[in-house]
């Protein structure tokens, strides 16, 4: 494999990474505006649970099928020449949703509109890690997940400030938003030829747990933002205040990120990522058994300031365990695992919603959680014991 070239500069704004951070918020702002507001949509249309679920399914399974397809892409047409097609195709696609009530068409667009968030995702995850290298990883890390989580943040509020007047006005404008990352990467991006091999079973052994905290994130992240709209609408919430509590979880995303990656630089990026665990559990507990407004608002600022860095810190575990040559393989099955996680999530909340009841939408992400942070406990224990 070709080995990734490190950038001449230790800065976090070193050539390219800035264009990279705006795709990064694009990103973020597709997720937030998006998503929410699909499942939005089709609530109000009367489509049932697992309909919705399922539609958030295909959405992210094109995600992960995708991801190698990309990889071949790459190759063939550049970074800048793949992100560029991924906002194009998302752009042109998303602002179809609202014009139709047909089930079958909307499961075509989700489709279209996976893939494109596959072309921009994968792309910019492994040019993030051509352009830093290990003196600058974290907070290159840091600084990217704080920038998604920004946009991913900004997206429901802009969704919701204009969804009650149509829903077409939020569909076309944030398309209108996605198209501008083309202008992003034809001006920040220099082109940059990429060599990939399909990651080995090697490879997988060593990232086992950042791997486990990528799937973590995607199941409940997609969660989140497929069916916890759907859970707070039938919990008389207007769509005004589901964009606040949407909100009110990314704040805490956007103030801890960066802290925390910082923290994980000075001391242990494994004991950070598992302090980070330890409250996302606690305050999933929260928003499964209160119900009051404010408890919701709280717990919710608590969930995202914890659950936001676990995505930049297992990604950067992935970098302090994988050879630079190793790198490319380890990013690209980060980024495949992370959207079986986004896969799964929605269909199997969905069913537990179905059958349990509404209350238990984050019995399964829970449960997930709660076996990560017993895996993290146990890897510190191992390394504790063999220091003694």
């Known amino acids: 494999m070709q080995r990734f070239p490190s950038t001449t500069s230790n800065s976090p704004f070193a050539t390219g990474l800035p264009a990279l951070y705006a795709v990064a918020f694009l990103s973020g702002l597709s997720l937030g505006l998006f998503n929410p507001f699909v499942s939005t949509l089709m609530a109000q249309h009367g489509i049932d649970d697992v309909w919705i679920g399922a539609n958030s399914t295909v959405y992210f399974l094109v995600i992960a099928l995708g991801t190698p397809i990309v990889a071949k892409m790459l190759r063939r047409i550049g970074l800048r020449g ?72 900004i997206g429901p509020v802009i969704g919701s400030a204009f969804y009650d007047v149509s829903p077409r006005i939020t569909f076309s404008l944030g398309s209108m938003l996605v198209l501008s990352g083309i202008v992003v990467v ?7 030829s990429v060599s990939f091999k399909q990651p080995r079973l090697a490879v997988l052994k060593k990232i086992k747990l950042p791997l486990q905290g990528a ?44 802290p925390v990656t ?28 209160l119900d009051n ?10 969930a995202g300031a914890s659950m936001s860095p676990i995505f930049p810190l297992s990604r950067a575990l992935i970098g302090a365990k994988l050879s630079t040559e190793k790198l490319p393989s380890g990013t690209a099955l980060f980024t495949a695992i992370y959207s079986a996680g986004c896969t799964a999530g929605p269909i199997l909340s969905s069913l537990a919603m179905k059958y ?13 959680f709660v076996i990560f942070m017993v895996r993290l406990m146990r890897n510190q224990k191992k390394r504790m ?4």
């Not at 696609?93 to 489709?111: D, E, G, K, Q, V």
């Not at 034809?186 to 940059?192: A, D, H, R, S």
């Not at 001391?267 to 559990?281: A, E, H, N, R, T």
């Open 215 to 258: 799937f973590a994130y995607g199941f409940s992240v997609a969660t989140l933002v497929s069916l916890y709209p759907v859970y707070l609408l039938r919990n008389d919430y207007g769509v005004e205040e589901i964009g606040y509590t949407f909100s009110v979880f990314i704040i805490g995303g956007l103030l801890a990120t960066v």
């Open 82 to 153: 793949t992100m560029i097609l991924g906002f194009a195709l998302m752009g042109l696609s998303a602002p179809l949703f609202p014009l139709t009530t047909n089930l079958s068409l909307w499961f075509i667009i989700r489709t279209v509109m996976g893939f494109a968030v596959c072309l921009y995702l994968v792309s910019g995850q492994t040019a993030l890690n051509y352009f830093c290298n290990d003196s600058n990883r974290s907070i290159v890390n840091g600084l990217e997940a704080l920038c998604f989580s920004l946009g991913f943040g």
């Open 186 to 192: 034809l001006i920040g991006l220099p082109e940059k």
């Open 293 to 302: 407004v404010m408890a919701t608002k709280v717990f919710a600022f608590v």
């Open 262 to 289: 910082h923290l994980a630089d000075r001391f242990s990026k494994s004991k950070v990522l598992l302090g980070s665990v330890c409250m996302v559990v606690l305050s999933v507990l929260g928003l499964s058994l």
């Open 385 to 388: 014991l063999r220091y003694n």
């Open 356 to 368: 349990w009841g509404d209350r238990y939408i984050f019995s399964l992400m829970l449960a997930i």
